[in-house]
């Protein structure tokens, strides 16, 4: 069986985290491609691109200060880049977000594609009452 690449769809501090672990891991085992795309909003931090920093300084300065992201894992500001290629999807984003964004990346996801998600819900009185 191929290496299954992975793609982290959000990169806050949540998302941050999650790609510091899954990049560490994927590179140890033969089963994933050791390669990690995580979509970023992009956002100019002090005159430079979100992406470019997170490219060469491996940290999301803005949401994970001081922790360095491994080097395989790719900061993409395109979403339809990003999943490119990859088996499986790791949600990491506002869920708020989640309509507009599947809605971008759908015609771009690849058959058999499975997703993860990491998505953080807030509490509502409807689910206290359960």
């Known amino acids: 069986m191929p290496a299954q690449k992975v793609c982290i769809v959000g990169s806050g501090n949540w ?14 085992s033969n089963r994933f491609n050791p390669m990690v795309n995580m979509w970023v909003y992009e956002e100019i931090i002090e005159g430079r691109k979100l992406t470019e920093i997170i490219n060469t300084e491996h940290e999301n300065v803005k949401y994970l200060p ?9 900061a993409v500001p395109d979403i339809t880049e990003a999943v490119k290629g990859a088996k499986i999807l790791i949600f990491v984003i506002p869920h708020q977000f989640i309509g507009k964004l599947c809605n ?4 771009h996801v690849m058959e058999g594609a499975i997703g993860i998600s990491l ?12």
Do not use: D, T
């Not at 999650?18 to 590179?27: Q, S």
């Not at 001081?66 to 790719?74: D, E, F, I, M, T």
């Not at 971008?104 to 015609?107: L, S």
């Open 15 to 28: 998302g941050s985290s999650i790609a510091k672990i899954i990049g560490h891991n994927v590179k140890a």
């Open 66 to 74: 001081g922790h360095k992201l491994p080097k395989n894992v790719v």
């Open 119 to 130: 998505i953080k819900v807030r509490s509502c009185k409807k689910w206290e009452a359960v």
């Open 104 to 107: 971008e990346m759908k015609p």
